[in-house]
T-cell receptor, first 112, second 113 residues
Framework: DGGITQSPKYLFRKEGQNVTLSCEQNLNHDAMYWYRQDPGQGLRLIYY???????QKGDIAEGYSVSREKKESFPLTVTSAQKNPTAFYLCASSSAGTDGQFFGPGTRLTVL | GENVEQHPSTLSVQEGDSAVIKCTYSDSASNYFPWYKQELGKRPQLIIDIRSNVGEKKDQRIAVTLNKTAKHFSLHITETQPEDSAVYFCAASIGHNFNKFYFGSGTKLNVKP
């Protein structure tokens, strides 16, 4: 299961706090993605990045922010503006082109 | 944008039987269709994929078929085993240099021993 890692595995946030979820890959993939998964639901795209220093909003970007300063790293910040952040967050990467995605192990975020 | 619908939402089969999960998509420009398996609390894992220039692809007990005219694709699992129990997601993407993926809502497959 190496190649793409996420940390921490579990994260607890108090209301009003910003938290940052880490995603690192050593697969030399150009594209990286962040998804949110709620219980019993599919995957919803938050942000994605095709190349370093460039990223685009997905379908549910409000209350989230990202950066892509290095090819290997695509951290996601869940801001206090995200009113219902409790969910399972999955990071993924894919090679430039038309290949499938590889997912990280996920971070489960809970708001206390 | 693309819309992917997946059916059924739950599927229960007896061990050894076959299972079929179906997805439809809306954008005829979609050209890549992966399937993922997600076990409880784990990450989705790519199990098979198909491109729009192919009608069928098989890998041991799993196969995927694609009907571009009808804009639907299906996952077929034969000789199901209890370890096949998981949630399966289909996805569609449009891409030439980069893919943005659209996921179905998932099918929970339960294989009864």
């Amino acid at each position: 299961d190496g190649g793409i890692t996420q940390s921490p595995k579990y994260l607890f946030r108090k209301e009003g706090q910003n938290v940052t979820l880490s995603c690192e890959q050593n697969l030399n993939h150009d594209a990286m993605y962040w998804y949110r998964q709620d219980p019993g639901q599919g995957l919803r795209l938050i942000y994605y990045s095709q190349i370093v220093n460039d990223f685009q909003k997905g379908d549910i970007a409000e209350g989230y922010s990202v950066s892509r300063e290095k090819k290997e790293s695509f951290p996601l910040t869940v801001t206090s503006a995200q009113k219902n952040p409790t969910a399972f967050y999955l990071c993924a990467s894919s090679s430039a082109g038309t290949d499938g995605q590889f997912f990280g192990p996920g971070t489960r975020l809970t708001v206390l | 944008g693309e819309n992917v619908e997946q059916h059924p939402s739950t599927l229960s089969v007896q061990e050894g039987d076959s299972a079929v999960i179906k997805c439809t998509y809306s954008d005829s420009a979609s050209n890549y269709f992966p399937w993922y398996k997600q076990e409880l609390g784990k990450r989705p894992q790519l199990i098979i994929d198909i491109r729009s220039n192919v009608g069928e692809k098989k890998d041991q007990r799993i196969a995927v078929t694609l009907n571009k005219t009808a804009k639907h694709f299906s996952l077929h699992i034969t000789e199901t085993q209890p370890e096949d129990s998981a949630v399966y997601f289909c996805a569609a993407s449009i891409g030439h240099n980069f893919n943005k993926f659209y996921f179905g809502s998932g099918t929970k497959l339960n294989v009864k021993p």
